[in-house]
């Protein structure tokens, strides 16, 4: 059973953007606590990107900051991640992932706390 869907990876070249998108199709995402995106690089482990729970509150993971934003449209029941001024080593698979309960500020950028999980969508950033 699909949980989550991304979409919108890509390839691009180093200081240009992307927005990636992800869809919940069998499950409202305001009855989430929290919804976030990890990314896996090869040979690396999956790393917390962005997080934001159902008061909007949002936390990003050091690397990311100042150039990634997250966001959600309740309407369109999707959660959005902007990236901008993209560099090499943000090239990873980027899954979406999101939490039924309330995650402590320290493992909100953790996967452990996450149940339903995304196939992931490729960004291939050039230099």
């Known amino acids: 059973q699909v949980q989550l869907l991304e979409s919108g990876g890509g390839s691009v070249k180093a200081g240009g953007s992307l927005r990636l998108s992800c869809k919940s199709p069998?499950?409202?995402?305001?009855?989430?606590?929290?919804m976030a995106w990890f990314r896996q690089g090869p040979g690396k482990e999956r790393e917390g990107v962005a997080y934001?729970?159902?008061?909007?509150?949002?936390n990003y993971g050091v690397s990311v900051t100042g150039r990634f934003t997250v966001s959600k449209d309740i309407t369109q029941g999707t959660l959005y991640l902007e990236m901008n001024n993209l560099k090499p080593e943000d090239t990873a698979m980027y899954y979406c992932a999101a939490a039924r309960n309330y995650i402590d500020v320290p493992r909100q950028l953790l996967p452990g706390d996450y149940s339903d999980w995304g196939q992931g969508t490729q960004v291939t950033v050039s230099s």
């Open positions: 934001m729970d159902r008061n909007d509150y949002a």
């Open positions: 069998n499950y409202i995402i305001t009855r989430y606590y929290a």
